[in-house]
């Protein structure tokens, strides 16, 4: 089913593994250059710059090409959408072909090719079938329900992690289309992801330390972080991207108490599941999505109790992630090599230098503008806020 | 064949040593599995959370808790944080230098941005240079520029360089189209002092690994500017000549330097400026949509030549 043989998939992640080996030294110069001509790829790669700018010019292009062709003739509705499926097949068998024939790999063309032809489908189905047929919201369903079936094949077939993810959000739409029970939409958008983790967990304990592993994590990721945020019920309330979530904030009211208080009960006790999960398999992607989830159980905790917010719990917040992170840290240190079960605080590979120091200079230029959330005082006579001084703020905002 | 059988055959081939092969093949199973991006990530978020929330608890408390325990508080944390990264930080080099703790470049960090929040607070309470901001700005920019020379800090680098930039007048906000040229002549003359400046502190050897922030920084400021200038409905050609040179310029830069980040500039600020001077009078749909489709296929043609020659790796 996959498209890439394993052995070049196998060759090119044993490359990179040597670049990163060499940058640390692990390996010599001339070592280095022996053992990179033993894993030369057949496969066309780029960085991830080019990817980006390959991506966006390609995306342009077949915008364009499928808009000229609309252009001028006023073409019905049936038209237009009959028209987008076959553009939706052209894209994707022009993706196949690059890849079959050029060996592109995560070359940005391909790519955008494959998200094309996912566009092009779900706007073929919404004009061809459905535009002129009376609300039926079954047959509506079928729009998502493409979209998810294709990106499902796309992420077999080219192993886009991204268009699995993409899949699980069209899975969010269908359970709108089936039931108007808001709690049944949340408990079916949670077993479609469950349902979807358990065939991961079968299929990726097969592929420990090969190629597929990382593509497997970052899927058992998305699906530990979609479970957790389909339990949550609070967190439009944080003002998070609920108008496409859940179609605008909820009132707790409209669930009922059993379900409502079953999701506080499960928001507490999926993050240790899933940090435990992650530490016990030595998952990065995992183990980022329980601390994500931990964090965001604090946050939505207060909503989900009624109790009110305060303005410093940001601060108490920052003390248990500091806290924590130190405590690991100085734990970890102390045991024989800077080593406890298997797990370090020390820096091993190249590529977490390069990702800090990416980060400091985004994040860096970016923290000033977000520190402080918008004034609100009590008293005209105090204004803190709205002041465009304090540094590194160069902001209206601080 | 896996990596781990690959090692395997390259140490029974002589390739590795044995030492090589045991801890390469460690680090291929995971063995040990290092948090230290994990760490580094929750620590910043935990400064960031803590930080953020004094800034709102001050603001909004500020009255009820008075200003003597807001200062007293604040001055605190920062004399903590100074007293902590002075008698700590090795011994300046100009080279890179790695910090003396896990925790030091955070400390700085939270340091640094307890004196935003404290400046903000003394300016907005008592006026001590009536409303005028520029002074803190610049003198908050210096300080932060000296502290991530001091401390070999990009965290604090960034903060430097988004001061410097707030003194400049420039503020993404604020860019509203009737000030569009005063802007304009901010962003270039920020672009000019930082890109001099950054030159000539890499060429005398003071902290040379702080120039790709530099470079980024004044390569965006710059193609934006130029943008600008381009989208103008008058006298855009000396902007388009401009950004031309700066596009081929970045080019060339990311090319010999093998930094395609400036190629991705190149390519995308390019195209937006060449694409809205050519379409600025066209109203014909079809004739747009036909420079986009030939267009989009010309520079992936040249895009794909670009990353056979050059862009494997990176």
Known sequence: MRLYSSSSEETLRARKLLTDWAGEGFLTREQYQLLQKETASDLRTTNIFLRLVLFLFTLISVGAAAALFFVGSGPSEQTIGVFSLIFAVVCYAAAEFAVFQAGLYRYGIEEALTACSVGFLCAGIQFAFLSDSPDSPKLESLVPAAGAILALWIWRRFGFSYAFFAAMIFGVFLPGYWTSSHSAQHLIVAMFYATGLVGIAVVRSRHRFDYLEEGYSLVEAFLWLGIYLAINLKLSSLDLPAQWWWSGTRDSSEFARPFYWTTWVLIWCLPPIVLARGIRQKDRFVIAVGAIAAVLTFVSNKPYLGWPRHTWDPILLGIVLTGVALFIRRWLDRGPGGIRHGFTAMRLSGKDKQWIDAGSTFFGLLSPQSITPAPHTSSPDVRFGGGHSGGGGASGDF | ?314
């Open chain 2, 1 to 314: 064949m896996t990596i781990l059988t690959r090692l395997k055959q390259w140490k029974e081939q002589s390739k590795i040593s044995p030492e090589q092969h045991a801890h390469m093949a460690g680090l291929a199973r995971g063995e040990p599995f290092s948090l230290f991006l994990e760490l580094n990530v929750l620590l910043y978020a935990g400064v960031l959370a803590f930080v953020g929330g004094l800034g709102w608890t001050v603001s909004t408390w500020s009255e009820q808790i008075g200003d003597i325990v807001v200062l007293t508080v604040l001055s605190s944390i920062l004399a903590a944080c100074s007293w902590y990264c002075f008698s700590r930080a090795p011994v300046w080099s100009p080279a890179e230098t790695p910090a003396p703790s896990p925790i030091f470049d955070y400390v700085l960090y939270l340091g640094s941005l307890v004196w935003c929040v404290e400046l903000a607070y003394l300016e907005n309470r008592f006026r001590l240079l009536s409303g005028r901001l520029d002074p803190y700005l610049l003198a908050t920019a210096g300080l932060f520029f000296f502290l991530a020379y001091r401390f070999d800090n990009r965290f604090v680098l960034s903060l430097g360089l988004s001061s410097l930039a707030g003194w400049f007048g420039l503020k993404i906000s604020h860019w509203s189209a009737h000030q569009d040229a005063a802007y304009r002549q901010c962003a270039l003359l920020y672009s000019l002092l930082l890109g001099v400046g950054g030159a000539l502190l890499q060429r005398r050897g003071l902290k040379p690994h702080f120039f790709g922030t530099y470079l980024n920084v004044v390569a965006n400021v710059l193609f934006w500017a130029l943008l600008s200038g381009v989208f103008n409905r008058q006298g855009y050609g000396v902007w388009l000549f401009a950004l031309l040179i700066t596009c081929g310029a970045s080019l060339a830069w990311g090319l010999t330097r093998r930094q395609f980040a400036f190629v991705a500039y190149a390519a995308v600020y390019g195209y937006v400026g060449v694409s809205s001077m050519f379409l600025r009078s066209v109203n014909d749909q079809t004739v747009v949509l036909s420079y986009f489709v030939v267009t989009g296929v010309a520079m992936l043609a040249v895009l794909v030549q670009i990353g056979r020659r050059f862009g494997r790796t990176g």
